[in-house]
């Protein structure tokens, strides 16, 4: 998710340089700062995403992606979001302003966007024997 929220900011000219520094440099993660989605159960947030097995245990997330909610083997009819989003939060970007990823970035154009504060799209999607099935746009 966030090497295609990098790949929108050079391809709208929101970033000055190549998508691969933006990962690499953890510039993009300032524009999605949470998860790609978590798993929908009984509760809207289920908590079962990191869960190893029935029987408990935890799997953490990796630590390039530490917002990452859901680490566990997905499996038949589970139920889970997928909700990239993309935003323009000053103070999670003027860090970037002040630092050395300045330069990195097209500033007047993200000040024109900052208003906006950014958006998220979100798809619930339920795994199938074969693949996917996309329960929001039917």
Do not use: C
């Amino acid at each position: 998710a966030i090497a295609g929220v990098a790949s929108l900011l050079v391809e709208h000219g929101i970033a000055k340089v190549a998508k691969t520094e933006l990962v690499e440099r953890r510039i993009a993660h300032a524009f999605m700062p949470h998860g790609v989605g978590h798993l929908l159960g009984i509760q809207v947030h289920d908590v079962g995403g990191h869960q190893r097995s029935a029987s408990g245990g935890r799997i953490e997330p990796p630590a390039h992606s530490p917002a990452l909610r859901t680490t566990r083997m997905l499996s038949e009819d589970m139920v889970f979001t997928v909700e990239p989003g993309l935003y323009f939060i000053p103070m999670l970007l003027d860090p970037l302003r002040a630092g050395d990823a300045r330069e990195a970035l097209n500033w007047p154009l993200i000040d024109v966007l900052i208003p906006s504060g950014g958006i998220r799209i979100e798809d619930n999607i339920r795994v199938t024997a074969s693949g996917a099935e996309n329960l929001t746009r039917g």
